[in-house]
């Protein structure tokens, strides 16, 4: 579909306001609207099924009964003799079309509006004429109201005789939804409120053939349900999702009626059921049958849920504290392992005020994260875990710093970690200071984030979908948790006799240490190169031995020489800004790497091979497309910064014996690949609850189960399980 932008829609609202005639005979509607009816001829008292069909033209929509933030849903105003009524309209199922941050109801193509007819039983025999005047509004790219005048013929006779729109009237009648009355929803008002809208609650029990994500409200005089959906943390078996009213400052209704759906990311809704809410601000949550009337059962206590958030919490700490051991974090810990052994014959005191500094250090990179992760969300964008590495110039900046500080634990230059200057005696008589142990906390922060640990995806899928106070209490959870086992070790510092004696063995431990702090440089070289097409590699690299060499300058003549010092920074200063000025805004455009994106296209286009599988780039139509086809599926939401996920795809995913299986039960493969932002990725990690990558799921070939959703850290007779669930063997 195409888009609808806000000039648009402010074009829409001139046209159809009461001088719109005026531009009449520059913009004439091109939708096709007639009356159908089921039936030639009808005896008294009987119902009569009408339609009444709107074509636009290719690639244009109209509305439904609720169009949304903008549009204007079709209208039917009645002529007819005495003895026929007209009931109200039933619509089908509509659409949800998204354009520049407006979301819209809309039927993308032809539409038949059904409304009953009902003849008196008293109506004398004859032929009636029928007529209805439907007015509309068609959008493409700019919007056009349309009026037409349409007219039936219909006989009242002593026999039922179907009219040649009857079968597809009937079809028509099948699109629109209905109530199921064993489906029990619950709905209840919370305390979360932003300026006249209320977060309203939606959750229940979820079937394997219906977990509704999403409600489309029936439009009312008195409030609004707005399109936007918050996803909510639910107890397995049950679905949970937010959605804001706006009362526009009267009492909050209470009744809300319209449809729970099941929707997929294109926008088509795979199931929908008609249902009436009865929230209730006073008690937890009011269980109701999905039909036109709703009855009170029992809901989710609010013990329960505050049970449920203080042990999503504890995940959050624990998620923390497993971080230390994960692949991302490895050489920041290779660094703390060193100040322990300097901090060893320091007095108590100073050791305890070190690890709080550190833990200071987590504790504020944390907390910059989470404003970051609040400041995209507040802008209507889709954050997840990690995001930042989603940024081709934080990528840039990271790997300059750490191939920075690879130099420095080299001895190129002593200027970041203050407590590791080697001095020319080569003594390390020197203890690591303050400024050095909150920097290793700010470094632990940057290289533990494309990481995700067990117990953390699930509660971080539950942060990111709560408001941004939770938010930030989540994330001072996990950087409490991270910075723990360090803090722990300074506060207990007789502990650290264990350790060997602080001697000049130091020195050469240290330089040892640069080699996997220049191992994560390469990996973060490989990851920011691939954005910057063919060329990447080459420039980037190239830019950080101009960087090396400036850094090398600056350490030999500015920090160590005896004379000249001030040409010496000059000299360094130079080389920074030739590196900057020349490569990476000259060659590289690092800030706006447009080629990124086109190279990724025709990636994308190919599919990626990864040894004997063949992995095909993921949307949710090519996995409803496969499933149609009687296919299971397996998706891999993955991102080259997130070492976990790599870790997953050679030990788990790859495995010979994961392959064969794969193989034998002919799985599709498909790969979501979140190195860059796709908002597409971001809102399945969502429906997920996950905050971010690695995500595994696996699909039986039936499209109404829904999919198996593997750990965090996979091994193969993980992924082997779930194949077997999906597929069994016969």
Not at 533 to 560: C, F, K, T
Not at 585 to 606: D, F, H, I, Y
Not at 677 to 692: C, D, F, T, V, Y
């Amino acid at each position: 579909m195409l888009r609808v932008g806000r000039w648009s829609f402010f074009l829409c609202l001139l046209l159809v306001s009461p001088g719109w005639y005026l531009f009449e005979g520059r913009a004439q509607a091109r939708t096709k609207v007639q009356l159908w009816l089921e039936a030639e001829a009808a005896r008294p008292g009987e119902t009569v099924w009408a339609g009444v069909h709107l074509k636009p033209p290719a690639g244009w929509h109209t509305y439904w009964r609720n169009p949304g933030e903008s549009g204007k849903a079709t209208e039917i105003r009645w002529k007819f003799p005495p003895g026929v009524t007209a009931g109200p309209v039933q619509w089908p199922v509509p659409e949800t079309h998204v354009a520049d941050e407006l979301t819209t109801y809309v039927y993308p193509g032809e539409v038949v509006l059904l409304v009953p007819l009902v003849l008196a039983p008293d109506l004398a025999q004859g032929t009636l004429s029928l007529e209805a005047e439907v007015d509309w509004l068609e959008c493409e790219i700019a919007c056009v109201p349309g009026r037409a005048r349409v007219l039936a013929a219909l006989e009242v006779a002593s026999q039922r005789r179907p009219g040649p729109r009857a079968d597809a009237l009937t079809a028509w009648k099948a699109r629109v939804p209905l109530p199921d009355p064993d489906l029990k929803v619950s709905a209840r008002w919370t305390e979360e409120q932003q300026e006249d809208k209320t977060l309203l609650e939606i959750s229940g029990p979820a079937t394997e053939a219906f977990v509704p994500n999403d409600f489309f409200g029936y439009a009312a005089a008195d409030f609004e349900v707005l399109p936007s959906v918050r996803p909510l943390a639910a107890v397995p078996g049950r679905f949970a999702f937010g959605k804001w009213v706006n009362s526009w400052g009267k009492p909050l209704p209470a009744q809300l009626a319209g449809l729970l759906v099941q929707r997929v990311e294109s926008g088509k809704p795979l199931r929908v059921v008609e249902v009436t809410l009865t929230p209730d601000p006073a008690t937890p949550a009011k269980e109701a049958k999905a039909g036109p009337t709703a009855s009170a059962d029992a809901g989710q206590s609010g013990g329960t849920r505050a049970h449920s958030f203080w042990l999503l919490l504890a995940f959050a700490f624990l998620g923390g504290m497993i971080l230390n051991i994960m692949p991302c974090v490895l050489p920041v810990i290779a660094l703390k392992v060193l100040g322990f052994v300097q901090q060893s014959d320091a007095a108590p005191g100073r050791v305890r005020f070190l690890g709080l500094v550190y833990a200071l250090g987590v504790l504020v990179s944390f907390l910059v994260l989470a404003g970051l992760v609040i400041a995209v969300k507040t802008a209507g964008g889709s954050a997840s875990w990690g995001l930042q590495m989603q940024n081709p110039v934080f990528r840039v900046v990271l790997l300059s710093l750490v191939t920075l500080v690879a130099l420095n634990l080299f001895g190129v230059f002593e200027v970041f970690l203050p407590g590791l200057a080697s001095q020319a005696s080569g003594s390390l008589a020197t203890k690591q200071g303050a400024t050095g142990a909150f920097f290793h906390g700010v470094l632990a922060t940057l290289l533990a984030t494309p990481c995700t640990a067990p117990f953390l995806a699930v509660a971080l899928g539950f942060a990111f979908t709560q408001p941004a106070g939770v938010l930030v209490v989540f994330f001072a959870a996990v950087a409490v948790g991270l910075a723990f086992p360090y803090v722990l070790l300074c506060w207990y510092p007789q502990w650290l006799k264990l350790l060997p004696k602080p001697g000049p063995w130091m020195l050469r431990f240290k330089m040892f240490l640069g080699f996997p702090m220049l191992a994560t440089a390469v990996w973060l070289l490989d990851i920011s190169a691939a954005g910057y097409g063919n060329g990447g590699v080459l420039w980037l690299g190239l830019y950080l031995v101009v960087l090396s060499l400036a850094a090398w300058v600056w350490g030999e003549y500015a920090q160590r020489g005896s004379t000249r010092k001030g040409v010496a920074a000059l000299v360094g200063l130079a080389l920074v800004s030739g590196g900057y000025w020349g490569i990476l805004e000259g060659q590289l455009n690092w800030r706006s790497p447009v080629t990124m994106e086109a190279n990724q296209s025709v990636k994308g286009a190919v599919g990626v091979s990864a040894g004997t599988l063949w992995w095909e780039p993921w949307s949710p139509e090519a996995v409803l497309a496969a499933q149609a086809k009687g296919q299971p599926v397996l998706v891999d939401f993955t991102a080259k910064w997130c070492l976990t996920c790599q870790v997953n795809k050679k030990v788990a995913l790859e495995a010979d014996v994961v392959r064969k299986e794969l193989q034998a039960k002919e799985f599709r493969l498909f790969m979501a690949d979140n190195t860059n932002p796709n908002p597409k990725i971001s809102a399945e990690l969502q429906r997920h609850n996950r905050a971010g990558v690695p995500l595994v799921l696996v699909y039986a070939p039936a499209t109404n189960l829904p999919p198996i959703v593997l750990p965090e850290v996979l091994t193969p007779g993980i992924v082997l399980e779930a194949l077997e669930k999906a597929v069994p063997s016969r």
